[in-house]
């Protein structure tokens, strides 16, 4: 991701509806599929500015990394402590070391070379029966500025990360769509800036108006409590939660 990505991120990350409402989505399917244990470790594999991590610490004791030394330069601006210089094609903690490991809009980033890798390295640093939690874009054909700006190179079906994680040692526990309800949104803005031919140079992440940025949260509140219960067909993004074999 840019350099500049991790700026605008570091702003917003604790208040724009986007990142709050995935936030509330992921605590909500973690307390149904993570048994907080005590003494639990958690890695947030490519873990941004900081803010996941932030939220984590209340699963167990959290640590993280990022490929970016910006990115590790605004964790340790929030006072995180346990944050290390890697790549998730390489992760810099040692073999079943921890309980939980999350990657959130990791996978399919232009900086790397291989999923399956990346994937492998998750299972090789959980502890046997270890949850992973995957979160990626949704869907090549949704390809805009936004993917441009933040660097993706492949959005993905359910299906393909079903097949990657089960190909990769593990056992699926839940997987679905997410930001389902505010999709049509997203396809409107996303094909009107296609066929005006826009040349948009930064991504989405941007402050919102106060009220618009509370109103828009509710879909993705709403969302956290019914994926407590069925998934969901269709969505901007795909989360699974799985178990190492």
Same mark, same amino acid.
């Given at each position: 991701?840019?350099?500049?990505?991790?700026?605008?991120?570091?702003?917003? &990350? $604790?208040?724009?509806?986007?990142?709050?409402?995935?936030?509330?989505?992921?605590?909500?399917?973690?307390? @149904?599929?993570?048994?907080?244990?005590?003494?639990?470790?958690?890695?947030?594999?490519?873990?941004?500015?900081?803010?996941?991590?932030?939220?984590?610490?209340?699963?167990?004791?959290?640590?993280?990394?990022?490929?970016?030394?910006?990115?590790?330069?605004?964790?340790?601006?929030?006072?995180?402590?346990?944050?290390?210089? /890697?790549?998730? &094609?390489?992760?810099?903690?040692?073999?079943?070391?921890?309980?939980?490991?999350?990657?959130?809009?990791?996978? /399919?980033?232009?900086?790397?070379?291989? $999923?399956?890798? /990346?994937?492998?390295?998750?299972?090789?640093?959980?502890?046997? $029966?270890?949850?992973?939690?995957?979160?990626?874009?949704?869907?090549?054909?949704?390809?805009?500025?936004?993917?441009?700006?933040?660097?993706?190179?492949?959005?993905?079906?359910?299906?393909?990360?079903?097949?990657?994680?089960? !190909?990769?040692?593990?056992?699926?526990?839940?997987?679905?769509?997410?930001?389902?309800?505010?999709?049509?949104? !997203?396809?409107?803005?996303?094909?009107?800036? @296609?066929?005006?031919?826009?040349?948009?140079?930064?991504?989405?992440? @941007?402050?919102?108006?106060?009220?618009?940025?509370?109103?828009?949260?509710?879909?993705?509140?709403?969302?956290?409590?019914?994926?407590?219960?069925? !998934?969901?067909?269709?969505?901007? !993004?795909?989360?699974?939660?799985?178990?190492?074999?």
């Amino acid at each position: 991701m840019r350099k500049k990505e991790y700026d605008a991120m570091y702003k917003v &990350e $604790d208040t724009h509806f986007w990142y709050r409402g995935m936030r509330k989505i992921s605590e909500t399917l973690l307390e @149904k599929y993570f048994l907080q244990k005590t003494n639990a470790r958690i890695l947030d594999a490519g873990c941004g500015t900081g803010a996941g991590m932030m939220w984590l610490k209340s699963f167990g004791t959290i640590f993280g990394f990022d490929i970016s030394q910006r990115a590790i330069y605004f964790c340790k601006k929030r006072g995180l402590k346990n944050v290390k210089l /890697g790549s998730i &094609e390489k992760i810099p903690y040692d073999k079943s070391h921890f309980d939980l490991v999350v990657s959130f809009d990791v996978l /399919g980033q232009r900086q790397l070379k291989n $999923d399956q890798t /990346g994937i492998r390295e998750i299972n090789k640093v959980l502890k046997k $029966d270890g949850i992973a939690m995957i979160r990626v874009a949704a869907f090549d054909w949704l390809y805009s500025y936004h993917d441009k700006a933040v660097q993706t190179k492949h959005r993905y079906t359910k299906n393909e990360v079903r097949k990657l994680l089960q !190909s990769n040692g593990f056992t699926i526990l839940k997987i679905s769509y997410a930001n389902m309800f505010l999709f049509p949104i !997203s396809l409107v803005m996303r094909f009107a800036d @296609k066929a005006l031919s826009s040349s948009h140079k930064t991504s989405d992440v @941007k402050p919102v108006q106060p009220i618009l940025n509370d109103a828009l949260y509710i879909p993705l509140w709403l969302e956290s409590k019914l994926l407590r219960i069925i !998934s969901l067909p269709f969505g901007l !993004s795909v989360i699974a939660i799985a178990k190492k074999n």
